[in-house]
């Protein structure tokens, strides 16, 4: 089972700062949050992960609360591109490297 | 692009046809998967390879059959389907360090749209 919690659906405007939320209260101390999407009709595509800092490449940027406990995916100026389901998601370690996925949040990016 | 390839992208097949789903990987990763994304449902894990070797079923009917010849090469064998199973395949693979379990970022292919009708 998914180890995470995201809203169902979120709309942004183009331009803007998207920040998308995940919470994932049960996480483990040697477990990482990683963040994908997936465009419609496309394979899931890697976004960024972390473990206790804060991330940030060029797609995106992962903040993470003190506690672990949630999490922030920042996209800084949205597109209409950027619009996808996002997955947050506690990866296992140990014994498999399998992700297992929720049912993400469906972002829309309005002109 | 991924570094993930999968042919073919779209595949129609009848209930009682045989065909098969190819992925490669150009990433020099040795571990690799195959998801399933039916309409309407989360990703779901079949097979994990490691090192060539199956190291995960997820109570995969026995109508697709995965084969790993080396580790850049996965395939899925398809017989007797139904129209259920239709759906998007996925591969994936990840590179795994020799001796352990905890490994590196999965990537994925485009995913084969399958069709049985």
């Known amino acids: 089972d998914a180890k995470t919690t995201q809203p169902t659906s979120m709309d942004c405007a183009e331009g803007r700062a998207a920040n998308l939320p995940c919470n994932h209260s049960?996480?483990?101390?040697?477990?990482?949050v990683y963040w994908y999407r997936q465009i419609h009709s496309q394979g899931p595509q890697y976004i960024i992960h972390?473990?206790?800092n804060n991330e940030t490449n060029e797609m995106a940027s992962l903040i993470i609360t003190e506690d672990r406990k949630s999490s922030t995916l920042i996209l800084p100026h949205a597109t209409l591109r950027d619009t996808a389901v996002y997955y947050c998601?506690?990866?296992?370690?140990?014994?498999?490297?399998?992700?297992?996925f929720g049912k993400g949040m469906k972002l829309t990016v309005n002109p | 692009e991924t570094g993930v390839t999968q042919t073919p992208r779209h595949l129609v097949m009848g209930m009682t046809n045989k065909k098969s789903l190819k992925c490669e990987q150009h990433?020099?990763?040795?571990?690799m998967y195959w998801y399933k994304q039916s309409a309407k449902k989360p990703l779901e894990l079949m097979f994990v390879?490691?090192?060539?070797?199956?190291?995960e079923n997820n109570s995969v009917p026995s109508r697709f059959s995965p084969e790993c010849p080396n580790s850049s090469h996965l395939f899925l064998h398809l017989h007797t389907l139904q129209p259920e199973d239709s759906a998007l395949y996925l591969c994936?693979?990840?590179?795994?360090?020799?001796?352990?379990?905890?490994?590196?970022?999965?990537?994925f292919g485009e995913g084969s749209w399958l069709t049985v009708v």
């Open positions: 994936a693979s990840s590179h795994l360090p020799e001796g352990g379990t905890t490994g590196n970022t999965i990537y």
């Open positions: 049960t996480i483990s101390g040697n477990e990482y």
């Open positions: 972390g473990l206790k």
């Open positions: 998601i506690v990866r296992t370690q140990g014994g498999s490297e399998k992700l297992v």
């Open positions: 990433l020099g990763h040795n571990a």
């Open positions: 390879y490691n090192f060539k070797e199956q190291t």
